[in-house]
C-alpha cells in the first residue's frame, strides 16, 4: 500500500513555504524601533507661560484673534531636555485649547537668553529658571526683611551672564532710607525704581516692563508677589509674611509663571518666580562674574596680563584704584562683593 503520491508530496511541500511561517508577535505589542523620526512639518509653534507636573501651559497665536491658552504634554524624544517658561516651542495635536484636550511639544526653539541658578556655588549642576526673558526685575525691601548686598550682587551677575538687562526695585521705602543701601550701586549703570508700602509707582514699573519679557526675582518676603497683584489683578499671586523672630519671609509662590502686563502703549509680560533665599553661580564661569561690576571692569583693564583681582593679587589695578580713592567712599565695598565671589570660585576650583 502506498501512503503518498506525487500530487500529495506538492501540496505538503507548500505547506511549509517560508512566507507562511507564521511569526509571533512581540508581548508588548509595540511595532520595531526605527531611528527614523517625523518632521512635524504641520507643527505650530507657541511659548510656554507655566509648567505644572508634567503640563505645560502654551500660549498660542499671541496679540491675534485667534490667540488660546491650550494644555500640552513633552514628546518622549523631549524627555531628557527642559522646557521651561519663556521657550518658544513646536506643538502638534489637539491645538485648539478645548477642554480636555492634549497637545504634545516636539521641539524646543533656540533660546536667546537663559537664566540659571545652582544650588551653590561649588555645584556645577543648574537650575535653569526661565528662558528668553531680556529683563530682570530685582526686587529688595528696604527693610523687614533687611536688603542684602551680596544676594543683589549675586543677581547682578547672573543677569550678565545671561545677557538680560538689570533693573533694581526698592520696595517698603517708608520703612527705612535706602539711600546707604544704594550707595553700594553707585558705581553701575543700575536703573532704581523705589516703591512704598502704601504708594506703588506702578505706571513707571508698567512703563518699564511694556514691550519686554521680564523677570522677577528677590528673597522671600520682598513684596514681589504683592508688587505683581497690583501690576496683573488677576494673578492672583499667594502673599506671605515675613517671621517677626527671624526676619525671613515665607515662600509663597511655588511656580514660574508668564502674565501679561499692558497700557495705553502695549503689553509686556512678568515672569514671576519663587522666592529664594540664596542663589548659587556655579554654573557662571569666574571670567563672566567681571562684567557685572561695570565700574570696576573699566578699572580692570589696567591690570597686568593673567591678574586674579583677589586680595593677594599684585599691581591690581582696582585696588590701587580702591587706595587712591578713585571710586569714592563705596568703591572698598564694591571691590570686596567682587573678591568675595572670585574667591569662591577659586577654591572649588
Not at 485667534?66 to 514628546?75: F, G, H, K, N, P
Not at 537650575?127 to 527693610?143: G, K, P, S, Y
Request: charged share 30%; hydrophobic share 40%.
Amino acid at each position: 500500500m502506498t501512503w503518498w503520491s506525487t500530487d500529495d508530496d506538492e501540496d505538503d511541500e507548500s505547506e511549509f513555504d517560508e512566507s507562511a511561517v507564521r511569526v509571533r508577535p512581540s508581548r508588548r505589542g509595540s511595532r520595531p524601533r526605527t531611528k527614523t523620526r517625523p518632521d512635524h512639518a504641520d507643527a505650530i509653534t507657541g511659548v510656554v507661560l507655566g509648567v505644572d507636573r508634567g503640563r505645560y501651559a502654551v500660549l498660542l497665536d499671541e496679540g491675534t484673534p485667534d490667540e488660546r491658552a491650550i494644555t500640552a504634554a513633552r514628546a518622549s524624544e523631549l524627555r531628557r531636555k527642559s522646557v521651561v517658561t519663556g521657550d518658544h516651542v513646536d506643538l502638534v495635536g489637539d491645538t485648539s485649547g478645548d477642554p480636555g484636550s492634549l497637545a504634545r511639544i516636539v521641539r524646543i526653539g533656540e533660546r536667546s537668553t537663559l537664566l540659571r541658578r545652582s544650588a551653590d556655588d561649588t555645584d556645577e549642576v543648574e537650575r535653569i529658571i526661565v528662558a528668553n526673558a531680556d529683563q530682570m526685575l530685582i526686587v529688595v525691601a528696604a527693610a523687614n526683611p533687611e536688603p542684602r548686598i551680596r544676594l543683589v550682587d549675586r543677581y547682578l551677575v547672573a543677569a550678565f551672564d545671561a545677557g538680560i538687562r538689570p533693573i533694581l526695585c526698592l520696595t517698603k521705602t517708608d520703612l527705612a532710607d535706602p539711600s546707604e543701601f544704594l550707595e553700594n550701586f553707585a558705581g553701575l549703570e543700575l536703573p532704581v525704581i523705589r516703591s512704598s508700602t502704601d504708594r506703588m509707582p506702578l505706571e513707571e514699573i508698567t512703563a518699564a516692563l511694556i514691550g519686554h519679557r521680564t523677570v522677577f526675582v528677590g528673597h522671600s518676603g520682598v513684596g514681589k508677589s504683592t508688587l505683581v497683584n497690583a501690576l496683573v489683578p488677576s494673578a492672583h499671586r499667594a502673599i506671605g509674611r515675613v517671621n517677626e523672630v527671624t526676619g525671613r519671609g515665607r515662600h509663597t509662590s511655588s511656580s514660574t509663571i508668564s502674565l501679561r502686563v499692558e497700557d495705553a502703549t502695549g503689553t509686556g509680560w512678568v515672569i514671576d518666580t519663587p522666592g529664594v533665599r540664596s542663589f548659587g553661580l556655579g554654573h557662571v564661569k569666574p571670567e563672566n562674574i567681571l562684567g557685572a561690576f561695570t565700574d570696576l571692569a573699566r578699572i580692570a583693564e589696567r591690570c597686568p596680563r593673567g591678574c586674579t583681582h583677589l586680595p593677594d593679587a599684585p599691581d591690581c589695578a582696582m585696588m590701587e584704584a580702591v587706595e587712591a580713592g578713585e571710586l569714592g567712599e563705596t568703591g572698598r565695598a564694591r571691590l570686596d562683593s567682587l573678591q568675595r565671589l572670585l574667591s569662591t570660585f577659586a577654591a572649588a576650583a
